[in-house]
């Protein structure tokens, strides 16, 4: 019926515009999510996809634990789903236009398990619907049993050529979908959310495809863009970035929960938007034959992950030695586990302060909190840095305190006084 006679007659009336643009576009993205189980699928619009999944019951285990792979990849991600398994790529989905979920193994029997379902698995038009029930075909066994001729001249080649192609009796040539270089995928909230909460939920959709995505593609990440729009606020953009390329979902959904935590939101979400632009091989892992949990590979770049997300990328780095004698200049900061080659020196505190701190000098000795300090090693004579007016002449010293903290100071040659610029651990 019109919309205005709906709306008269239920007020309440919750409706939306239907978008095909939005459809297709969910379509595509799940077509390159379910490339994971075969590099063969092929898209049915509007509602459908077509899964050639011959070639990977051997990997996968068989038809049974793909169904329920995919069964419960589609529902984490919010999908309502009917799937039938056939020897037809069209009897497949004539089972599951129709609500029959099984698994035909036997081209035998196909052709008595398809005549039963009803005439609307065929999603005819309009027209030839009502041309058939006017002469009482219910079932595509009913169509069957009309004569081929006079069928074909009322209602058009095109249906007896869906049936043949479900019943094997004619080829039926696929284009197989080609998934996008890059990943991006948008959802539409029911409601707009300002929970960090619910919108770690939303999210688990989008990061469950992009999951599958990578999968299907053999590959991983270092960067993804989480935006979040808002109706009179800018987006919000999170650029979430990984030490190590992965596709692992669980741990990209933690990742995504340690940034959301810390986002301050000016105005409630109404969509997510997912994309990730470089894509890359990703080498499986030479695992042993025992699990050696002492030495597992890989935690510290999560646990940088994890900081790095909870506290900003800037705020978590390595460090790499630069050839200057001169302790302000003598590193800068790199990604972590980047390799070095360390100048020879003498000893260094793990602890550089971030600038020098004047100690107190009684009897020409140092003193640090009240105390004398005992020198234990030194001088090291520092002159350096002439050639970009940031020269420095000191003496610098290994120290002790009384409690037995352990310091690096010196006392600078030029205007006397002597500072502390390092603690050890």
Request: neutral net charge; hydrophobic residues 45%.
């Amino acid at each position: 019926m019109r919309l205005s006679a709906a709306c008269a007659l239920a007020p309440q009336l919750n409706y939306r515009a239907r978008d095909a643009a939005a459809e297709i576009s969910a379509l595509d993205t799940l077509a390159a999510w379910a490339g994971q189980f075969t590099p063969n699928v092929s898209i049915e619009a509007p509602r459908a996809l077509l899964l050639d999944i011959e070639g990977s019951l051997r990997l996968l285990g068989g038809i049974r634990p793909i169904l329920q792979a995919l069964k419960i990849g589609l529902d984490e991600m919010g999908y309502s789903v009917s799937m039938a398994c056939a020897p037809t790529a069209t009897a497949a989905l004539l089972l599951a236009r129709a609500g029959v979920q099984k698994i035909v193994n036997s081209k035998r029997a196909l052709e008595a398990i398809i005549a039963t379902l009803p005439l609307r698995a065929l999603e005819c038009d309009a027209r030839t619907m009502q041309t058939l029930q006017a002469v009482g075909v219910k079932s595509i066994g009913d169509l069957l049993a009309l004569p081929r001729d006079g069928l074909a001249r009322r209602c058009g080649r095109p249906l007896l050529d869906t049936v043949d192609r479900a019943l094997g009796r004619q080829p039926a040539p696929r284009k197989f979908f080609v998934p996008p270089a890059q990943f991006a995928s948008e959802l539409e909230l029911a409601a707009p959310v300002s929970n960090s909460e619910a919108l770690l939920f939303a999210a688990k959709r989008l990061l469950g495809q992009l999951a599958g995505y990578l999968t299907a593609r053999n590959g991983g990440i270092q960067r993804f863009k989480l935006t979040l729009s808002a109706e009179r606020a800018a987006d919000t953009i999170l650029n979430i970035g990984l030490v190590a390329p992965t596709r692992d979902n669980a741990h990209l959904t933690l990742l995504v929960r340690e940034r959301l935590a810390t986002v301050a939101l000016t105005a409630p979400v109404h969509a997510l938007r997912i994309e990730a632009d470089d894509i890359l091989a990703l080498a499986e892992e030479n695992r042993e034959l025992f699990t050696d949990h002492a030495h597992t590979q890989g935690e510290w770049q999560k646990l940088v992950e994890r900081l790095r997300a909870r506290l900003g990328a800037d705020a978590v780095h390595g460090l790499s030695a630069d050839a200057d004698h001169r302790p302000e200049h003598a590193w800068h900061k790199t990604e972590p586990a980047t390799a070095s080659d360390a100048p020879t020196r003498g000893a260094r505190p793990l602890w550089l302060l971030d600038q020098p701190q004047a100690l107190r000098e009684i009897s020409d000795k140092p003193h640090y909190r009240e105390s004398a300090l005992a020198l234990l090693a030194g001088p090291e004579r520092i002159e350096s840095g002439w050639w970009d007016s940031d020269d420095i002449k000191r003496d610098y010293f290994v120290a002790q305190t009384p409690d037995h903290a352990t310091l690096w100071i010196y006392r600078e040659r030029r205007v006397g006084g002597w500072y502390l610029h390092g603690i050890f651990g």
